[in-house]
């Protein structure tokens, strides 16, 4: 395994010391993000609510055809639970960092692929106008994958669309069988310097 992830260490570091150009941008999008509860052989998936996410990015071109792109994005994420007449919200902040690969399949146009990781910065849950802390019923870190393709207006102008699986278990919690996991469609735009 530590041979693995060595190499491919190397070869990023190559990549990136043998990439044509860099450059460094800002992005601003919307996020609809849902959650989707499993436990006791049930799976519910919340509704929906409307986030903003917000960062920067370094795109490496490494060719005419591909790049790396990491990012540091703000996130804002959760669900809304109703069940008889009650309404639950989970509103979650996140700084993500995913790296891109980027495919430039027509110069103005790529499609993107990478994983992510989601570092909790806090975790709030609204029941009957009342707000509270649950930051101790999540992990610290989410683990997922995105999938998203790009179109550049101008040589500094772009949007971006992305979905986010989640991959990994968010809940923190000791009772058996509960996995919470998240998920996020994102359409942003962006400008790179």
């Known amino acids: 395994m530590k ?3 060595l190499s491919a ?3 990023l570091i190559f990549s990136f010391a043998n990439a044509q150009e860099a450059k460094y941008g800002i ?3 919307m996020n609809i993000a849902n959650q989707k509860f499993e436990g006791n052989g049930v799976t519910l998936t919340a509704n929906s609510i409307v986030g903003i996410q917000v960062g920067g990015f370094a795109e490496v071109k490494l060719n005419d055809k591909f790049a790396i792109q990491p ?3 703000f996130s804002t994420e959760g669900s809304k639970l109703k069940s008889e007449g009650e309404e639950f919200a989970f509103n979650l902040s996140y700084i993500n960092v995913p790296v891109m690969a ?3 399949p027509a110069p103005k146009f790529n499609i993107q ?3 992510q990781i989601g570092l909790l910065v806090a975790a709030k849950g609204k029941y009957q106008g009342e707000t509270d802390d649950i930051k101790d019923g999540y992990k610290t870190a989410a683990f997922g994958l995105n999938i998203g393709a790009a179109y550049d207006f101008t040589e500094k102008c772009f949007i971006e669309t992305r979905y986010n699986f989640g991959l990994s278990n968010i809940a923190d919690t000791n009772e ?3 996995k919470m996991r998240g998920s996020v469609l994102i359409i942003a735009v962006g400008y790179k310097f």
């Open 3 to 5: 041979k693995i992830i």
């Open 27 to 29: 992005k601003v999008g």
């Open 176 to 178: 058996e069988g509960l």
């Open 102 to 104: 980027k495919f430039y």
């Open 113 to 115: 692929a990478g994983p």
């Open 71 to 73: 990012e540091v994005l």
């Open 9 to 11: 260490a190397a070869v």
